[in-house]
Structure formats: structure tokens, C-alpha cells
């Protein structure tokens, strides 16, 4: 095999690629970041509460003051509201509900078989844009799709004699890289909008932002997200990989790497099981169908945030996938009891044991941020240093799209860096006459384009494994490198696509605007 080096790249992109990893491992636990935060912001609190500031807050129209929340009773009122805070974290619940039906699809080797069935049945002609059409819509399972996408797009590639690093590359960059572009609402929507309409509160606190906020643009940005990822794919990536990553081992001599096929059992109970999707639709529709719905809004629209069918979304996709899963498990032998149901359910729950631990931090975290009205001192004061400097939104906008994947390069959690970045972000904006929901769009572009080439990414591990069973020597340079033009792309596309719906007034989504009515200072682009 050909090393990574003897590319015509240069040495020092594969420096600056292990000096990035470097840096990351030295970064403490997430959890502990967030820690460090809640001490520090109490911190600041204490000291900034003694300074006078000219503020007004545009709603309460009284002067800022800083709460120093290491006063003694401020302590006791943010131990007592501890477990209220830990509980009100807004992705807590969200998470935990739609992973449950995630694990009981998952566990019952539903969404295994699921994903099989799709790129199967690729013409060998488009099989990229397939394979990353599939990978866009494995969205809605997220990380479980990780674990079966990527090794079975490599065989796919592989079986038309293409390079099956190219297969993991397109299927990887329509999954984590596009992951702002979604054919259906995906489980990030409902975690994102819980964010963001409580950084809106700062600034206005009957401001409601729907969960579909961002949904016109995603499933318009499919298209684009396709076609760029298609090109860099057959265009870039594959030639290259051709010249300098040649298999070390022929693939039929590695039984490790056979696809098990879908046995006529598996193809029976997958059979009952999208029967099963199909009834929970036609039922969803017959429900929502008539204009005195229970689950219409009381002005009988279905997008209103008030509409039990928004409300409810992420219980819906509990339903969506936890019920197919278990008349599949049942008819394909992999759920022998209801034990079993529940064994999946406490299985796929030990991957988030760490997320609930970051949780109760980040909700004391919020709290203190929040009642110390610090966020509502730097949006307002973020928006008038904005102001001066007189800078048109839409480069404001593009700043805040370039921050953040310059901070995915280290922290690639979307939650993570949401929870702080919104309470900045979305009511400084505000005050500037952006809309929330725009600035919520172009927090993901570059959040899911820089996922792909950074090694912080949590799946970087698995997915070197999966290119050494073709490649042994490849690391995360190999890895990097390949992923590093999808990164380019998608952030260049993305943006533009943002940027023409702005401009042309295409709707970002249900309810979604793109000013905010300020009273302090002008809107416009």
C-alpha cells in the first residue's frame, strides 16, 4: 500500500491534522468544560454585580444589573432549584424518549435490515448519490446508523468494483456532514428548537419557536447536499484514492467482512413490520385529516407549536420506531418476551449515561447564566458593538457560521455547543433584527459540514477500523484528508442555500421568519 504521505499533499497537512488531535485529547471532558463554566460564570457574576451599566433590556425596559449569584442566598436558591434545573434541561427528556424507540428498532435488528434493504437494491449507476440519499434519510436513527451504514456502503462500492473507502467516505459526509439537510424532522429539531426558544426568552419571553423552524431549508438543502457530495465523491475523492490507497487484501478471502444476507425470515418479519409504518401513517393521517382534530391547534392549523401533533413529535417517533421494531423482533425471533423489548431499551440507554451526567451540569450551567442576566447583558451589548461597527447582517451571519466550525473542530457535540453559543447568539441577533430561526440555520451549517474532517468527532475510532479492514495503514490522516474537501464543500453550498432563501424570502420552515421586530435598532439585510 501507498502511505498517506507519498500524496502530492504536502507533510504539513498531516501535522496540523495530528496537532489538531493533539489538542483535543488534552481538552478536558466535555461534562468538566461545563463545569469550569458554572464556576467561572459565578465568578463573574460576583464581580461584575458591583459595575453600573447603561443597559435597558428592550422588554422589561428596566436597567441591567448583574445578580451575583455567589451571594449566599443566590447558592442556596441554586442548590434548592438543583434537580429542577437538572430536570428542565430541555434535551434531557427529548433524548432519552426517542432513543428508547431507537433502541427497540435497533435491538430487534429492524433498522439493520431497514438500511440492507435500501442499498441493495442501488443500480450500480447511481450508486453514490443512493448511498448518500440513504444517508441522509438514517437522519432520523442518528448514531445507530453508524455502526452498519458505513460498512455495508463500503461492500456496496466494493461488489462494482469501485474503492470501498469511497463508499465510507460519501456515506459518512451524507450522514454527519449534511446532517443539516433532512428529508423528514430528524431527533436533533425538536433538541435545537428547545435551545433556542429558550435563548429567545432573553430578550423576549413569549417569543415561541416551532420545532419545523428550519424544516423548509433542510429539505431543500437535500438537493444540493446530494449533488456536492456526489461530485467531490466520483471527482475528487475516488481518483485519489485509486492512485495512492491501493487494498492491501482481497475482500472475499475476509470472511469478516461478509455481509450476513437477509434470510427469508428477516424478510418476512420486515414485511410485517413496514406494514406496521404504514398503518401508524394512514392512522396519523386519519387522525389529523378532519379541521375539529384534537390534534390541530385551537385555530385548526397542524404547524402551530401549539398543535398537540407539534407538541407531540418526539413522542410520535417514539411510536414510529419502537412499535415496527417489536412486530419485527417478535416475527423474526429476536425478541422472544417482552424481557427482551426492555433488555433493548436498557441497552442502547447505556450510550447516553454520559449525556445525563453533562445534563445536570449544563442545567445548573443555564440557570446560573440565565438568572445572573449576564446573557441578556452580552446580547445587548454584543448587538450595540455590532451596531457600530455597522456591519451588514447577512456578514454578522456569516462570522457566527465561521465561528462555529472553527470551535467543531475541538467540540463537535451540537447540544454542547448550542447550549452556550444560542444564549449569545440568538438574543444578540435578536436585538439586530435577525430572527432566531435564521440564526438557528446557520448554527448548523457549519456545525454538521466541519464534523467530517475533525478527529474530535466521536466516531473517527470506528470509522478507522472500518478503512483498515480495506487498508491497514490508514489513520486519522487518511481519514482527515479524504473528509477534508466534503468539509469545503458542504460549508460553501450550505451557506449559499441559506443565504438565497434569505434573500429570495423562501421560508426556513413552519412559522420561521427571517427579521425579528426590534425596537432598539433597524431591521434589514
Partial sequence: ?????????????????????????????ITMLFIYALIVTMIISSLLSFVDFDYIHPTTKEKIQILNMLAPANVLDLIVNSVKNFMGFPPLGITIVATLGIGIAEGSGFVNVLIKKFLSVTPRKILTPTVIFISIVCHLVSDSAYTILMPV????????????????ACSFAGLAGGFTASFTPSIIDPVMQSFTEAASHIIDPDYSVNVLCNYFYALGGTIFVILSVWYVTDKIIEPRLMRTMPLDLDIKEDKNLAVTPVSAKENHAFK????????????????CYPENSMLRAPDGTLTSPKAPVMMGLVPLLFIFFSLPGIVYGYAAGTFKNANDVIRSMEHIMNML????????FAGQFLYVFGHSN????????GAEFLKNMGLPSGITLLGIIILTGCLNLLITSATSKWAILSTIFVPMLMMLGISPELTQAAFRVSDSAVNVCTPMFAFYPLLISY???YCKKAGVGTLSSMMLPYTFALMIVLTIVLYLYWFIGIPLGFQSGFDYPSSMFPQGH
Fill in 153 to 168: 456502503s463500503a461492500l456496496m462500492f466494493y461488489s462494482c468494483g469501485r474503492h470501498p473507502l469511497a463508499g465510507i
Fill in 467 to 469: 478503512c483498515q479492514r
Fill in 374 to 381: 449576564i446573557g441578556s447583558l452580552l446580547a445587548i451589548s
Fill in 272 to 287: 410485517f413490520a413496514i406494514s406496521t409504518v404504514i398503518g401508524l401513517l394512514a392512522l396519523l393521517f386519519i387522525l
Fill in 1 to 29: 500500500m501507498t502511505d498517506i504521505q507519498n500524496n502530492s499533499q504536502p507533510n504539513l497537512f498531516n501535522r496540523f491534522l495530528n496537532l489538531i488531535e493533539s489538542l483535543g485529547n488534552k481538552l478536558p471532558h
Fill in 353 to 360: 449515561i454520559s449525556f445525563i451526567v453533562f445534563c445536570f
